[in-house]
């Protein structure tokens, strides 16, 4: 986390914020790899309270440092957020870090319907970070884009997101879709998507989709839910050449080889109390 790539929550944290495991500066600051060097004459000492220099080769903050601010310091909050109504929320995104040049995850997709969605959560697989207490770079299940965080079974926690569809007064849920700006080129290695600011291209095809008046509004149809058509995401402004063919194509045989990953996952994880609607999704995209 910096300015660079988040600087909302840099803001966020700048006062009023507890900090663990992360590098203390001698002028009371703290400090953690990512972030500008520290000026010159401040000294450093590291996440085991010992005395650490620029460009050491261990690392003066653990990689799973964190912070903890009030939520009300977010620049960016909905000023409704703690509204006794609640806020209303038109899309729920599920965000997976799938780099390899092999792996075809579309930059974004839309759920076809709630339960659909529910099995994107559910089916999500990502690059290992330093919250997943992984050591190096594996594709890990990642449910929900938060199993770190999963507070009770999976089973059941998939039951009760199943179940918003069917409560009494209900109207509208949310629709759901995912994304992954990190696809790479197969024979470059580079990324197909630049990312960071850029990613609001794909939010206003998000925007768009909950605003639309027909399913096939600037979308068409995929094995894996609604994907935008041609020209429906604007790319005015992404400097060089984007390749939307590739950020969006489809291999048959990358997809069965994923559901059936899926399919061992969840008899692991929930064998037989995996919900029949999860199942009819595995046998449709199979």
Not at 152 to 178: C, N
């Amino acid at each position: 986390t910096s300015l660079k790539t988040n600087p909302h929550a840099m803001a966020t944290i700048s006062r009023n914020t507890v900090f663990t495991n992360v590098g203390e500066t001698s002028d009371g600051g703290v400090w953690w790899e990512g972030l500008e060097p520290p000026a010159p004459g401040i000294k450093l000492t590291d996440w085991h309270g010992k005395s650490w220099k620029y460009g050491d080769s261990s690392l003066c903050a653990h990689p799973n440092s964190r912070f903890c601010a009030p939520a009300g310091q977010c620049t960016i909050i909905d000023p409704l957020w703690e509204s006794d109504e609640g806020v209303p929320i038109d899309a729920i995104v599920f965000g997976g870090r799938r780099p390899q040049s092999v792996v075809p995850f579309q930059v974004v997709y839309e759920s076809f319907n709630w339960r659909h969605g529910v099995f994107v959560g559910a089916a999500m697989r990502s690059e290992s970070t330093a919250a997943a207490e992984h050591k190096g770079k594996v594709i890990m299940h990642d449910h929900f884009a938060m199993r770190p965080f999963f507070g009770y079974y999976f089973g059941d926690y998939l039951a009760h997101w199943l179940s918003m569809e069917t409560r009494k007064g209900q109207t509208q849920l949310p629709k759901i879709f995912h994304f992954n700006w990190f696809r790479k080129d197969q024979k470059t290695g580079s990324f197909l998507w630049p990312g960071f600011g850029e990613n609001a291209h794909v939010l206003e095809w998000i925007f768009k989709r909950c605003g639309r008046t027909s399913e096939d509004e600037a979308a068409t149809q995929s094995i894996v839910g609604w994907i935008p058509q041609n020209g429906a995401i604007n790319t005015e402004g992404l400097g060089g050449n984007i390749d939307m063919g590739a950020l969006f194509d489809l291999p048959k045989p990358f997809w069965q080889k994923e559901t059936q990953e899926l399919r061992t996952y969840f008899t692991q994880q929930v064998g037989a109390d995996l919900p029949a609607q999860v199942e009819g999704e595995l046998i449709y995209i199979g």
